[in-house]
């Protein structure tokens, strides 16, 4: 089964400061993409950051980057120099697609708390 | 969100009622998704559309139905609802992984979500 393992329930770090968020995943599959969203106080769903599992490089997106292991299955985001508006429920996520059905399976959330 | 909406926003209804949320894209993706967001579940994948007519289930389907007879709208029916079933619920559409980075349109794109409270 394909799985996605977020083992934080919640984090804090101070305001300026770095953080990492963890996420592992299952798979037999070679070809796949992994997601971050970020979900605010509002409710919507919004992507972070994506990596396509071919790539060696790690993605970057102005503060945020990510850590892509992927003989260890690990896909860790980490945000630079966090602001207050930071603070959401951040969901990783793995899509495979096989015979053109694609799924998209998330883990179960960080919620990250940013102090002033 | 720009190109999904969802109806109802909000629901209340009793056990045992019939309820029937609705997912429109005007993007004219392939793909459409329904989840629920329950706290310390994250989103769980009730059913999926990859084509009109083609359905398949998530990994919470029981007691959930799907249909989606044209592209642009993917229903999802509580046929019977239950107390179980009071969630947040999101649809969210795809174009594809295959399809240009660019577009944009390789990734989940969520609507804003349908609180529904089953009492």
């Known amino acids: 089964a394909q799985t996605v393992t977020q083992s934080q329930p919640e984090m804090s770090v101070q305001e300026a400061e770095t953080v990492t968020l963890s996420c592992t995943y299952d798979t037999s599959e070679s070809d796949y993409y992994l997601f971050w969203y970020k979900q605010p106080p509002s409710r919507q769903m919004i992507l972070v950051i994506r990596?396509?599992?071919?790539?060696?490089q790690n993605a970057t997106e102005n503060r945020f980057s990510v850590n892509f292991q992927k003989a260890a299955k690990s896909f860790s985001l980490k945000i630079s120099d966090s602001q207050l508006g930071d603070a959401a429920m951040y969901f990783c996520?793995?899509?495979?697609?096989?015979?053109?059905?694609?799924?998209?399976?998330f883990g179960t959330g960080t919620r990250l708390k940013v102090l002033a | 969100d720009a190109g999904i909406t969802q109806s109802p926003r909000h629901k209340v209804t009793e056990t045992g009622t019939p309820v029937t949320l609705r997912c429109h894209q005007t993007e004219n993706h392939r793909y459409m998704y329904w989840y629920r967001q329950d706290p310390g579940h994250g989103l769980r994948l009730i059913h999926y559309?990859?084509?009109?007519?083609?359905?398949d289930k998530g990994e919470v389907s029981d007691g959930y139905s799907v249909s989606r007879s044209k592209t642009e709208d993917f229903l999802l029916t509580l046929e019977s609802a239950t107390s179980s079933q009071t969630s947040v619920y999101f649809c969210a559409i795809s174009g594809g992984l295959r399809t240009s980075k660019n577009s944009g349109a390789n990734v989940l794109t969520f609507g804003a979500g349908s609180r529904l409270t089953v009492l």
């Open positions: 559309s990859y084509g009109v007519k083609d359905t």
């Open positions: 996520a793995y899509c495979v697609g096989a015979s053109g059905t694609y799924k998209y399976i």
């Open positions: 990596q396509e599992a071919y790539k060696q």
